[in-house]
T-cell receptor, first 114, second 113 residues
Framework: ETGVTQTPRHLVMGMTNKKSLKCEQH?????MYWYKQSAKKPLELMFV???????ENNSVPSRFSPECPNSSHLFLHLHTLQPEDSALYLC?????????????FGPGTRLTVL | QQQVKQSPQSLIVQKGGISIINCAYE??????FPWYQQFPGKGPALLIA?????SEKKEGRFTISFNKSAKQFSLHIMDSQPGDSATYFC????????????FGGGTRLMVKP
């Protein structure tokens, strides 16, 4: 595997379910990101991790819970989501966390909340 | 003010034509302005980027023009090809604010053969 991979690619869940999204980067990077891409809004940064430490939480509701066990893996735990949370969730990584470090994106997980 | 405004939302160009996408920003602390290209079913990929110390950057058929006083920057795609059909996003980030990108709303480009 190369680059940034995300699983699953598609997920349908009910509002009472608990699920997790997984991201893995094979680039040796130290920073990882979660973004939300929905049809009606620009790409929104959700969380940033630098060397496994969370450095940014962009006012994301607590029903989204990130986890970064090491620099290569990032999870997004989901529980009691709302239909408006349906979106494409993108993971990205960069070498460092400084402005201008190119971010490499995964293909995303298409989430549908019923 | 963190917003980056992008226009147009969609654009149709004939093969061989010039595609122009514009972005405007408010926050003068932004110091890095990348453009990302996204094909259906894929994540965005960096296309070209510029810092405000230069007014233009060219890479192949892609050029960024940057107007610091107007707080605007644009992407020009010369000799547009059907393979350029994708969604394009401008973005901006600030020095000393990590690598947090603020994205524009996106432009869906269609290049007709």
């Amino acid at each position: 595997e190369t680059g940034v991979t995300q699983t699953p690619r598609h997920l349908v869940m009910g509002m009472t379910n608990k699920k997790s999204l997984k991201c893995e980067q094979h680039l040796g990077h130290n920073a990882m990101y979660w973004y939300k891409q929905s049809a009606k809004k620009p790409l929104e940064l959700m969380f940033v991790y630098n060397f496994k430490e969370q450095t940014e939480n962009n006012s994301v509701p607590s029903r989204f819970s990130p986890e970064c066990p090491n620099s290569s893996h990032l999870f997004l735990h989901l529980h009691t989501l709302q239909p408006e949370d349906s979106a494409l969730y993108l993971c990205a990584s960069s070498q460092g966390g400084g402005s201008g470090d190119e971010q490499f994106f995964g293909p995303g997980t298409r989430l549908t909340v019923l | 003010q963190q917003q980056v405004k992008q226009s147009p939302q969609s654009l149709i160009v004939q093969k061989g034509g010039i595609s122009i996408i514009n972005c405007a920003y408010e926050n003068t602390a932004f110091d890095y302005f990348p453009w990302y290209q996204q094909f259906p079913g894929k994540g965005p990929a960096l296309l070209i980027a510029i810092r405000p110390d230069v007014s233009e950057k060219k890479e192949g058929r892609f050029t960024i023009s940057f107007n610091k006083s107007a707080k605007q920057f644009s992407l020009h795609i010369m000799d547009s090809q059907p393979g350029d059909s994708a969604t394009y996003f401008c973005a901006a980030s600030m020095k000393n604010a990590g690598n947090m990108l603020t994205f524009g709303g996106g432009t869906r480009l269609m290049v007709k053969p």
